[in-house]
């Protein structure tokens, strides 16, 4: 038997921190607090952060989602590159609109991808662009093809995990 407050039997107790302590993180990180830090100070970071992430709330990125998710099939389009077939429902921008805001309503700049391309994808475009927080833009090359984009992020996927 466990004695209130503890979660814990006297033979196990020594479990007891940890288990308070993997509850404490679980707190912290569906925290309102820790949610709002998130937004104000690392997704809203500045004025052009800001008006990227708003853009995902309008009734235009709504209907644009919904387009391409019908327009590929729910698939995953880097995926499909590989010749791999993965139901997907995440819509991305192929040159991210950090890079290039000018492209964020192009349909032709949207493609489905799955969560595992999605974060390969993010590396790649931290090497290649330089998003992301903490990394300076680069002039490179806008590349618009998803075969090629998914060439270039596999290729620098350096722990081959991506590869099919």
């Known amino acids: 038997m466990v004695t209130f407050p503890d979660h814990y039997c006297q033979a196990h107790y020594e479990y007891e921190a940890e288990y308070l302590e993997s509850r404490q993180r679980w707190a912290r990180s569906h ?9 104000t100070v690392t997704r809203y970071r500045n004025d052009d952060k ?3 992430y708003s853009f995902y709330r309008t009734r235009q990125w709504s209907r644009l989602r919904e387009q391409i998710l019908e327009r590929d099939h729910f698939l995953c389009a880097y995926c499909q590159a590989r010749g791999v077939i993965t139901p997907a429902k995440t819509v991305d921008h192929i040159v991210p609109i950090e890079y290039d805001g000018e492209l964020r309503a192009d349909v032709d700049n949207l493609a489905v991808i799955c969560g595992k391309c999605h974060r390969v994808k993010t590396d790649w475009e931290r090497q290649y662009y330089g998003t992301g927080q903490g990394n300076e833009l680069k002039q490179v090359p806008e590349i618009r093809d998803v075969d090629a984009v998914n060439v270039l992020m596999n290729r620098s996927d350096e722990h081959g995990t991506h590869q099919s």
């Open 50 to 52: 800001r008006e990227q």
């Open 31 to 39: 925290d309102k607090q820790y949610e709002h830090k998130y937004n």
